[in-house]
């Protein structure tokens, strides 16, 4: 398996977590961080049903993997995740020495791998990642905008007014 394919098996993990907030009616965001070729934190968005800022996908799986890992030091993993992560989740990430940050879609209003800011790859943090872009980006994206279209349509008002 080429690593492009390995991305694309472990993104398509991260779409699945995706669905599982669509369906409870969070922002469709998921995660998944892989160890040794086993996905050992799962997570998505979940601060709507939680009203805690800090559910988002990459924060669930990052205590999840550290739990399983018996360790904050999630060294030899990669995180798989569907949008571009935040300032606080990469910040994470790196406090967490995650050595891969796998995304789909850039996030043009938080994105601090690459869009706004580039934490992942910043030297003079005590750690930096490999930042690899774009993966199933155009899913990922149309996940996102068919979810945000229909909270549009359900709130626009009907009859012209």
Wanted: glycine share 8%.
């Amino acid at each position: 398996m080429t690593s492009e394919n390995t991305d694309d098996h472990w993104m398509q993990a991260a779409i699945a977590e995706a669905r599982l907030a669509e369906a409870k009616g969070e922002v469709p965001v998921g995660a998944v961080i892989v160890h040794e070729g086993q996905i050992i934190g799962r997570g998505h968005n979940g601060r709507e049903s939680s009203q805690d800022p800090t559910q988002h996908a990459e924060m669930i799986a990052i205590r999840d993997a550290a739990k399983q890992l018996g360790s904050w030091r999630l060294i030899d993993t990669a995180l798989y995740v569907t949008l571009e992560p935040c300032p606080m989740c990469a910040g994470a990430l790196v406090n967490a020495r995650v050595p891969r940050v796998v995304w789909g879609c850039d996030d043009p209003k938080a994105g601090a791998t690459r869009t706004l800011y580039n934490i992942g790859s910043d030297a003079r943090l005590n750690h930096t990642f490999d930042c690899v872009p774009g993966v199933l980006g155009d899913e990922c994206s149309t996940l996102l905008s068919e979810f945000f279209s229909a909270i549009r349509a359900k709130n626009r008002p009907r009859n012209g007014r």
